[in-house]
């Protein structure tokens, strides 16, 4: 019997863990990926994380820094707050995976982030309905556009799903109990000319919520936390394809540095101040109010 | 009253987001950041992130996808259970993050990952008691060894903290009610000469978590979710670098595709067949026992 335990492996293994490889060695387990579009991604992930963290030399205080972040943003989650969402909004990958997916074409309607508030279904509204429910303050406002394809042709039946902040800047879902559910949100169907109208009030620029792990990071970044005044629309209809956007308020403070790098300039339009006893009372709105006027352009998906 | 909304802004707003400027425009919104290092950290990040995104060219899907993952993983987290250290483990930045932080140096002990289940302090145990409080079988084991620097001084006083799964390959906390707390855990303390021993079980191989999303990554990516067989070490003394490291057992399964890709060639230890009745009654063990001898070096650290 030997207790000679000192003695080196007769065979080397192979496949073990090198610095200098270690971004081929994990990409190499991999291989047995069955869905290709998956290895893909997985294996450029592994490369561009290996690299970083060689790039920053990430000592083990750092790495656990990081684990806790990323444990802390998953566990702000919950049913009405999306943390993760939130985390690659501010770091500009929202914004970054909208451009890679829209094909240029200068006609188009621009698309920017859909933000984290979409969570809730917004209720069927008619044409011309409002979807102040609440009715706590606000400059009432009158919202128009039209919904056709590059070839002008318009969109009959164009769902238009809205949603925005209130005059204070707050989501509904922000203020549970104070305000109706799904207040300030609204799918309207665009008539046979593709043309769609609503009232609503003049949204207020807000900050992103910054009691979560986002808020530290904001802060420690010396960022501030406000996006800039603006009403999401998500438009869709058979055979286009959806459009998610913003129509920002123009003069709204944090144009220029959106937490989010939502904002585009051709999204930004005048909420004009209109004074038209008659056009006021025919749409149920007090004398002056605002209007915003913003035509869309939507792409026709290839037929297969 | 003009109603001519569509007119252009006469000044351009500058600092907008562009896809071909993305990582620059972010890591620009970094400049306010007093740490420089957070700075350096998240600039390198976000470069690396977009650069992935456009790699890949990231749907939407995809990137909704991504998120719910994360969520997920960050969900998974509680007070036994570690999702993203798991994550990270078995995408090989654990082992990276560690191989970045040590000193090349061939005349030291290597290191590896500290893995998930160092989360409960281990008691205290004088030099020679067994961890096996569970006695639920298992091959008994002696474990020895000495603590020297790059010198070859020993290191007196040397603190010994060792964790392992038991002889089914589950650790304490994954059988709450079944087995003591902290069996197979012991904090040892080396004699005068540096010298240390204790008496346990064997260690079997044992597969990661697979019931939250890094079960689920590693089923889609085809890979098993088996560690070798392996003692957890973390060796601590005032005025050496702490080092966190395994004693593989030879002739495990796994020890060339470790899920978390922790094994190095210089860990791994014969567990020898000793039957020797004196020696074996001289540890209070049944004979014959299984012994493994795991001399360990450390680096004083440079006095300030």
């Not at 204070?168 to 207040?183: C, K, T």
């Not at 609503?198 to 986002?214: C, E």
């Not at 394809?241 to 930004?268: C, N, Q």
Request: glycine share 10%.
């Amino acid at each position: 019997m030997t207790e000679d335990t000192q003695e080196a492996r007769a065979v080397p293994l192979s496949g073990l863990f090198e610095a200098e490889r270690s971004a081929e060695i994990v990409a190499a387990s991999l291989a047995g990926t069955t869905d290709e579009r998956l290895k893909e991604i997985l294996s450029s992930l592994v490369r561009h994380t290996h690299a970083f963290v060689k790039e920053v030399g990430l000592s083990a205080e750092e790495w656990a820094a990081g684990i806790r972040f990323l444990t802390e943003t998953g566990q702000k989650c919950d049913d009405t707050r999306q943390e993760f969402i939130l985390l690659s909004d501010v770091l500009g990958v929202s914004m970054l995976v909208d451009a890679v997916n829209q094909p240029a074409d200068g006609r188009l309607t621009e698309s920017t982030v859909e933000g984290p508030f979409h969570m809730v279904d917004s209720p069927a509204r008619s044409l011309g309905d409002s979807t102040d429910e609440a009715g706590r303050g606000g400059e009432p406002c009158l919202v128009t556009g039209r919904v056709v394809d590059t070839d002008g042709r318009p969109v009959a039946g164009a769902g238009i799903d809205v949603w925005q902040a209130d005059a204070d800047g707050f989501y509904d879902v922000q203020r549970p109990g104070e305000v109706p559910e799904r207040n300030l949100r609204g799918l309207f169907t665009a008539d046979a000319d593709g043309r769609f109208w609503f009232r609503t009030i003049v949204p207020r620029y807000y900050p992103v919520p910054t009691d979560g792990p986002v808020g530290t990071l904001l802060k420690a970044t010396g960022r501030h936390s406000y996006r800039a005044a603006h009403i999401h629309l998500e438009v869709s209809a058979p055979g286009i394809r959806t459009l998610t956007t913003h129509l920002f308020v123009d003069g709204s403070p944090y144009l220029d540095s959106d937490a989010v790098f939502g904002v585009k300039e051709s999204l930004i339009r005048t909420f004009a101040q209109v004074d038209d006893p008659a056009r006021a009372a025919g749409h149920g709105l007090p004398n002056p109010f605002r209007h915003a006027d913003f035509p869309v352009t939507v792409r026709r998906e290839a037929r297969p």
